[in-house]
């Protein structure tokens, strides 16, 4: 596991299952327009989660790209889902301002609800076709300048599937240590 520290914020990230994070506050769904179950993300999610999750998701939907909504856990060990719609890769411009979107705006509502951690995946990285690397750029960036903003967040972690995934963000963190 790797860590950097924005201000006072750890980053982690790990290889692992989103839907099995038991330490952490809220876990953060790559979820579709109507917040469905689907495959990938939003499918562990949902599987973990239970009916209910899917029961609630129905009042949300449907939400924009870059848009943020929050639910409870269910039958997640998290009390909180939040839900981002990433960008497809191509089609929803300007993709990587939209992407960055999803974890500012996971962020903001999980701080608001003074949450102390949170878990993201690759958001749009699997059937919304983003490219691992660009993606996980994004991700950062916008992830370590929200940091300043955040007064209860204490630890976000990215959670990634792959260990390809794994290696990319491991590398971004070397780059960016010691220059947060």
Do not use: W
């Not at 009916?51 to 998701?57: M, N």
């Not at 705006?105 to 609800?113: G, N, P, S, T």
């Not at 007064?151 to 947060?180: K, M, N, T, W």
């Amino acid at each position: 596991m790797e860590v950097i520290y924005a201000g006072t914020t750890r980053l982690e990230c790990r290889q692992g299952d989103i839907a099995d994070q038991p330490d952490i506050d809220a876990i953060v769904n790559a979820a579709n327009s109507q917040l469905l179950s689907g495959s990938g993300v939003a499918g562990a999610i949902h599987d973990a989660a239970g009916t209910g999750l899917a029961e609630e998701c129905r009042e949300f939907a449907p939400i924009a790209t870059g848009e943020a909504v929050i639910t409870s856990g269910h039958n997640l060990p998290n009390s909180h889902v939040i839900h981002c719609l990433g960008p497809v890769y191509g089609r929803d411009e300007p993709a990587d301002t939209l992407l960055g979107d999803c974890y500012r705006h996971a962020l903001h509502l999980a701080d608001r609800h003074r949450l102390r951690s949170i878990a993201f995946p690759a958001i749009s990285t699997g059937m919304f076709s983003y490219p691992p690397e660009a993606a996980a750029r994004h991700a950062l960036k916008a992830v370590i300048a929200a940091c300043g903003e955040l007064h209860h967040i204490e630890l976000i972690r990215f959670v990634l599937f792959s260990e390809s995934d794994l290696r990319i963000y491991e590398e971004l963190f070397d780059a960016y240590r010691g220059s947060c």
